[in-house]
């Protein structure tokens, strides 16, 4: 597969702190998706971009789809407890036909 | 929508067995993929399947893994034999029919070979 770099490997914060998170490639995606994944459960969709530039909110998370398609990011506004997990970025291409490239993924711990 | 299930969820074998992996994807998905955790490696794509017909099976590890689709509606993911390495979370995923569109996953099988 393709190669995605995402950062910071993990974070550690305080409750109401803000969070930001990106991922990079050395390839162009045509989309981009951002996954939270909780212990014991599969990876669930927060959001998807299909445009370079477009920006995306849902509910106190917004994702950017980076101009240059190489990267994306995620900020996390206002965190809470429950944003506990582990965030994926997720790329695809017509390299990849539908199927996604990963992100190592991105430990978020929350501190009340 | 019950969303992807898949079963077992954890299942325990010893080195030499054939596991056998169950998926049912969401209805009305077009494609449908296979997917392996691990703390090294992260999430790999096994095989994806797209209108029951396997479309890229290059991360399939080795002839040991095989995955079948008889239906729009069920796929298998068998391993024999099984090996300690094989130990991970298989989580099968399907998305809706073109490109551009979101894999939705279910909740994995958590598979340990002693």
């Known amino acids: 597969g393709q190669q995605l770099n995402q950062s910071p490997q993990s974070m550690f914060i305080q409750e109401g702190e803000d969070v930001s998170m990106n991922c990079t490639s050395s390839?162009?995606?045509?989309?981009w998706l951002w996954y939270k994944q909780e212990p014991g459960e599969g990876p669930v969709l927060l959001i998807a971009l299909y445009k370079a530039g477009e920006l995306t909110s849902n509910g106190r998370l917004t994702a950017q789809f980076g101009i240059t398609r190489k990267d994306s990011f995620l900020n996390i506004s206002a965190s809470i407890p429950s944003d506990v997990g582990i965030y994926f970025c997720a790329g695809q291409n017509s390299n990849s036909g539908y199927a996604l490239n990963f992100g190592k993924g991105t430990s978020l711990l929350v501190t009340p | 929508d019950a969303g992807v299930i898949q079963s077992p969820r954890h299942e325990v074998t010893e080195m030499g067995q054939e596991v056998t992996l169950r998926c049912k994807p969401i209805s009305g998905h077009n494609s449908l993929f296979w997917y392996r955790q691990t703390m090294m490696r992260g999430l790999e794509l096994l095989i994806y399947f797209n209108n029951n017909v396997p479309i890229d099976d290059s991360g399939m590890p080795e002839d040991r893994f095989s995955a079948k689709m008889p239906n729009a509606s069920f796929s298998t993911l068998k391993i024999q034999p099984s090996e300690p390495r094989d130990s991970a979370v298989y989580f099968c995923a399907s998305s809706p029919r073109g490109e551009n569109t979101e894999a939705f996953f279910g909740q994995g099988t958590r598979l340990t070979v002693v």
């Open positions: 390839s162009i995606f045509n989309t």
